[in-house]
């Protein structure tokens, strides 16, 4: 199983980015999914989560920007970031509760993207 990320980049602020991450692999079952942000030598940080049926949490740093989805189908999930602000820059890493085929159950990560943004 891995995870993929993409849509990362480098964006004025008060622009707008959508961050995308699929899995892939042996895949029975995908349970919560969550973006983490981790800013240059601050602590990683959960920004959103969003569970197999579709309920959502943020962090209060990103409430009311940024929406997180899922496309079931897909394997994928989607951040949506609008009024981007230059404190959001940071690498963006998406994270998975999955139910391999095999039956067991792990969380895994993606590899990260950078997102950048300029005053």
């Known amino acids: 199983v891995q995870l993929v990320e993409s849509g990362g980049g480098l964006v004025q602020a008060g622009g707008s980015l959508r961050l995308s991450c699929a899995a892939s692999?042996?895949?029975?079952?995908?349970?919560?999914m969550r973006w983490y942000r981790q800013a240059p030598g601050k602590q990683r940080e959960l920004a959103a989560s969003i569970t197999s049926g579709g309920s959502t949490n943020y962090a209060d740093s990103v409430k009311g920007r940024f929406t997180i989805s899922r496309d079931n189908a897909k394997n994928t999930v989607y951040l949506q970031m609008n009024s981007l602000k230059p404190e959001d820059t940071a690498v963006y890493y998406c994270?998975?509760?999955?139910?391999?085929?095999?039956?067991?159950?792990?969380?895994?990560w993606g590899q990260g993207t950078q997102v950048t943004v300029s005053s």
């Open positions: 692999g042996s895949i029975f079952s995908i349970n919560a």
């Open positions: 994270n998975a509760d999955i139910k391999s085929t095999r039956g067991l159950f792990d969380r895994y």
